[in-house]
């Protein structure tokens, strides 16, 4: 992971048939905006071959109120446990 993807909280993939599912959750909207600058690109080129259906972002409520213009599913985070 790069210096400036630290914000990153989690980040998956699940798949079912030909769709696939990318969940994401960030500590902060400056990290939603750094990875989004770090894979911008590669998702560009991704788009050449794929639909993107939806994006859904997962944060603290009040760093989900910076990135309202983008056009995301929002999801406030709960804090509670992963394996």
Do not use: W
């Not at 769709?19 to 905006?33: F, I, K, M, P, T």
């Amino acid at each position: 992971m790069k210096n400036n993807e630290d914000k990153v909280l989690f980040y998956g993939f699940s798949f079912n048939d030909n769709e696939a599912h990318c969940s994401e959750g960030y500590a902060d909207a400056e990290g939603v905006l750094a990875h989004f600058g770090n894979v911008g690109e590669k998702l560009m080129q991704a788009l050449e071959y794929t639909e993107l259906t939806k994006l859904e972002i997962h944060g603290p409520a009040e760093e989900l109120a910076k990135l309202k213009d983008l056009d995301m599913t929002y999801f406030e985070l709960e804090y509670g446990f992963r394996r």
